[in-house]
């Protein structure tokens, strides 16, 4: 890296002032920086198998709290991954032991959404859309924590993106679920 910026390590020594939150699978395949060309201190991310915001998660909740309040981000992208392995592991029907409790609010997303997810034509086809339902998910979590509704309360600037990753072609699909805050009434 000096090689080619020498000051490159000076300046990221005082730079922690991102505007995004990524939320990712921790899959690393999907390397957060390097998808959206951002270089480090410009992006802050949370990582778990299949890119879960669960509202029990501790660690996720800190992440998402510091992100918010304390580092002031003005977008959080929420971004699963066509070819997951914790999606696919979710509904196969195999026991793995701990990552089973994980993964069950995915399982319960398939049940919810079966008769879609049947009405298609494969299995890679069904994964697929389980990832982004997946997805869609994880950003209602997001959008309807009480970190995220309290800075919207006090006027800041922020939204909820959702994306999935394509492995193989490199290229992000935005599904169209953004969620900014509601507007305010004038008295």
């Known amino acids: 890296m000096t090689s080619e910026d020498p000051d490159f390590f000076r300046r990221l020594e005082r730079q922690q002032a991102p505007h995004y939150l990524w939320i990712g699978c921790s899959d690393s395949r999907v390397p957060a920086n390097t998808i959206v060309g951002l270089d480090p201190g410009e992006l802050f991310v949370h990582r778990n198998v299949a890119n879960l915001?669960?509202?029990?998660d501790a660690n996720y909740l800190s992440v998402l709290q510091f992100a918010v309040d304390v580092l002031k981000?003005?977008?959080?992208?929420?971004?699963?991954?066509?070819?997951?392995?914790?999606?696919?592991?979710?509904?196969?029907?195999?026991?793995?032991?701990?990552?089973?409790?994980?993964?069950?609010?995915?399982?319960?997303?398939?049940?919810?959404?079966s008769q879609e997810l049947e009405a298609l034509r494969d299995e890679h086809s069904r994964l697929d859309r389980l990832c982004e339902l997946n997805v869609m998910q994880q950003v209602k979590n997001v959008a309807s924590d009480v970190f995220v509704l309290d800075a919207w309360a006090r006027g800041q600037n922020l939204s909820v993106h959702g994306w999935v990753y394509s492995v193989g072609n490199g290229l992000i699909k935005d599904l169209n679920v953004t969620v900014s805050a509601p507007r305010r009434r004038s008295a």
């Open 73 to 113: 981000v003005h977008h959080i992208m929420v971004v699963g991954h066509y070819g997951c392995g914790g999606v696919s592991a979710a509904v196969d029907g195999r026991r793995r032991g701990l990552v089973d409790h994980w993964l069950h609010p995915i399982r319960e997303l398939s049940r919810t959404h």
């Open 53 to 56: 915001a669960s509202p029990q």
